[in-house]
């Protein structure tokens, strides 16, 4: 016996009508999963939304309303029309209860980790330069869906997801509607990057590493707006730092992590110390957080040796140098001297041994200083032969 044909799915809201239950509840689901599919024109759907709204008029149906509101704005949104997904979204909010607190909560926590994502912090950064912003919120919200995922399977304390959606409350409130309007209201800026900084620097048990990192990294974008690149730098050695921690750990205080450094922050420094006036982390670091951190380049994946990197590493550990062969300069023992240094570097991304010379500067003060910061350099892994660096260093009269 043969099977009855398959209906074919609607195509618009009149075969909707004609094809959905008489039921209320069912009937305003067919609705919903109508609105919800792709196969149907943009205004068929925003029909159907609209449809089911009708179909949700009891007194105990305020969440589902509220929702059902919800989609209708992306999809006015979604063809164009921002100010009809406004007025809709606040309508939804102005309606109140814990619902629409709900929305507007979420609203602001999306936003704030979709600036952080749209700003593209790696190729701004890393050339010292002002990020691009998003200009409408669907750019936003595209971008924070398409955001990678990433580190972090702990949930943050209901507090610290509450107090970073309040500071960027003035971002989603925006009537002009759109992050970039906002940015370009300073007083709107200044005002967002003193209430991230407080975010960023709170202390407590609602306070976690992860939303904090994230405040820091959103003002720090902010300040590169406004042309301070310093306090830009700044508040990504912080985030650094708190990303070095368990992201959903509640934070009392801010260690200085010896490995906290970050490949993009490390980019960001190395273009502003080439501009003038020159910007130098190492010294931010040292005055304001009390201690220079570094990269760990052995946690990467194993890779061919690179010279390039290598020297990249260097770069980031010559503090350390530079401070021993002052020291040094200090005892009269590097002045006027070329100081010549050696070093191997095994799979694991370690220093093995070193050659120090001029020969009268072994076993000294220097000798010992040297080796303590070779031991904290930290080269990616390799396979292979050993590897060795030189360097020389011309000490003048004073360092």
Known sequence: ???????APPATVAEV???????????RMAFVVFARSD???LDERRRALKEALALADREGEAAVRLTLKEQLAGLEDAGGDHPAAVKILKGALAAGGPAATRLAWAQAEDEAFAVVAALDFDAAFAAGERPTLPTSWSTVAKAWRERPAKASKARAPRGSTFALRQALADLVSDERRGLQPAFDDGKVRAGLQKRLGALGSARGPRDTAGLRAVALETRAALWLVDGRPADAALDLLRADRLRAL?????VDALPPPLYAGTVRT???CLALEQRRP?????ALEEQKLGGVSFVDGSRGPEGPFSSDEAARVL???DVLLQRCLKQGAKDNLTTQTVVQLEWGIGNDGLVKGHDLRPMRLRGTSVETCLQEALSRFRFPRYPGEMQHLRIDFEVGGEL
């Open 1 to 7: 016996m043969a099977r009855p044909a398959k209906k």
């Open 17 to 27: 009508r004609a094809q959905a239950p008489k039921a209320r509840v069912a009937r």
């Open 39 to 41: 196969r149907a024109a």
């Open 246 to 250: 368990d992201p959903g750990a509640a």
């Open 266 to 268: 490390r980019g960001l």
């Open 278 to 282: 020159v910007v130098s982390c190492d």
């Open 315 to 317: 770069a980031d550990y």
